[in-house]
């Protein structure tokens, strides 16, 4: 099967490894033929490793004090998708509310309601009646 050559104390040894069938090997010493049980050692099961993370450091103050950015103060109501604007019905300078109907707009063969995103009074209307709009066009400008 396999031929090894070992040097022990200074003596030469030609080993060959006949057959290994259940712990027990039979090999060929320099032409003398042995059978040898093999005994193995038991290895405990290796644990499972266990992932250690260092504590994260707090910021320091300069970290901790990054300013968000300032909301801004308009919002620009954008169109939904490409369609035609066919009513207002809102003017400039009108107080709106959340939720407040601000245009019709016709889009894929129906109405759709174009509504205020937030509270606020009306400060640009971009668009008129009868505007081909494309999507994400500027329709008004609320403060």
């Known amino acids: 099967?396999?031929?090894?050559k070992f040097i022990i104390k200074g003596h030469d040894y030609e080993v060959d490894i006949l057959n290994y069938e259940n712990d027990v090997v039979e090999l060929e010493v320099n032409g003398t033929h042995y059978a040898v049980e093999v005994q193995r050692e038991v290895k405990e099961k290796p644990k499972t490793p266990r992932l250690v993370r260092t504590a994260v450091p707090r910021?320091?103050?300069?970290?901790?004090?990054?300013a968000r950015a300032a909301p801004s103060p308009t919002v620009s109501i954008k169109t939904p998708?490409?369609?035609?604007?066919?009513?207002?019905?809102?003017?400039?300078?009108?107080?709106?509310?959340k939720g407040d109907t601000l245009l019709i707009m016709e889009a894929?063969?129906?109405e759709n309601n174009i509504m205020a995103e937030k509270a606020g009074k009306v400060a640009q209307i971009?668009?008129?009646e009868g505007d081909n709009v494309?999507?994400?066009?500027?329709?008004?400008v609320l403060d």
Do not use: C, F
């Not at 099967?1 to 090894?4: P, T, V």
């Not at 910021?59 to 990054?66: D, F, R, V």
């Not at 494309?134 to 008004?140: K, T």
């Open 1 to 4: 099967m396999k031929k090894y």
């Open 59 to 66: 910021p320091s103050p300069e970290e901790a004090g990054i």
């Open 81 to 97: 998708l490409p369609g035609t604007i066919l009513k207002i019905l809102v003017k400039v300078g009108d107080e709106v509310k």
């Open 108 to 110: 894929m063969k129906m």
């Open 126 to 128: 971009k668009v008129k």
């Open 134 to 140: 494309l999507q994400n066009d500027v329709l008004i």
